[in-house]
Structure formats: structure tokens, C-alpha cells
């Protein structure tokens, strides 16, 4: 995780990493195409630029999976967002719309900015949409981590 900037992939291609990574194992690249309502060519493509990254392996039958780094960076982009989502409720926004705001903005948030924002709130365990994942790929000293 080391020399990510928090920009590498577009924000579509980020969208893609977080289903793969929701999914868990090996994900079809139709699959992805049909979630998202998008040709499966496109997919293809954008499967072929974020698997050169370095975040994705093929595996037979037109699936892909995330690959170590891909998993680390799945998780930084769950940890900016709800990070980010976290921020716009404490200016009043009600969880659900902090949700949706935050998916406009956080593709602007560099990895630095949001370990700053994370260290600021003190590290915080929880957003309004879920549980912000602190691991090694984080800004938390060692001993405000779970794991
Ligand atoms: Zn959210
Ligand atoms: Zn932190």
C-alpha cells in the first residue's frame, strides 16, 4: 500500500474493485457487466487496465479476483468512503444522503488527505454506512487497530 496516492484507478474502475471485492471470490466478468448495466466489452477493457495495475488476476471462465494489493486497495477505497460519508454527517446530512454525497466526492480525496481526515476524527471505528476498517494499509497507530 505503500506509494498509493488514492487516484490510481478512475472512479468507475474503483466502483468495479469495491463489487469484486464485496463478492468475495472469483467474480464473472458478465456478472460485473450486468450490475453495473454496462456492455460486457466495456468490462473486458476496464478488467484488462485494472488487472495490469496489478489489482486483479484472470482465473478460467472469464472471472476475475482481486489479487493482495487489489484487496488492500479495495479496502482503502471502503475505508475513504465511509470516512468521507462520515464527515458530510457531521455537517448535517442524514446517513443515507452522506452516502450517496460522499460517492460524488471521494474519488478527489487523496490517500493522504484521507488518513489526515481519519487522524483528525481520532480513527474512528464506524460511519454512517458501515464499519471503517482500520489494517496496516491505515494511518492508525498500531494500537487503535483490531487487527
Ligand atoms: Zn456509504
Ligand atoms: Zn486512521
Known amino acids: 500500500m505503500q506509494g498509493i496516492t488514492g487516484s490510481e484507478l478512475t472512479p468507475r474502475k474503483a466502483e468495479y474493485l469495491k463489487y469484486i471485492y464485496l463478492q468475495g471470490d472469483v467474480v ?5 457487466a450486468a450490475h453495473f448495466s454496462v456492455a460486457p466489452s466495456t468490462v473486458t477493457k476496464a478488467l484488462a487496465d ?3 495495475a496489478g489489482y486483479l488476476e484472470h482465473s478460467p471462465y472469464h472471472g476475475v479476483r482481486l489479487t493482495a494489493p487489489g484487496t488492500d486497495y479495495a479496502r482503502f477505497l471502503f475505508r475513504r468512503h465511509r470516512i468521507v460519508a462520515l464527515v458530510l454527517s457531521r455537517y448535517g446530512l442524514e446517513p443515507a444522503e452522506a452516502c450517496r454525497e460522499a460517492k460524488k466526492i471521494e474519488q478527489c480525496i487523496s490517500r493522504d488527505l484521507t488518513n489526515r481526515i481519519c487522524t483528525s476524527l481520532g480513527h474512528p471505528m464506524m460511519s454512517v454506512c458501515g464499519e471503517i476498517e482500520h489494517d496496516h494499509s491505515c494511518c492508525c497507530p498500531p494500537e487503535n487497530r483490531k487487527r
Open 28 to 32: 464473472k466478468t458478465t456478472d460485473i
Open 50 to 52: 485494472i488487472a495490469k
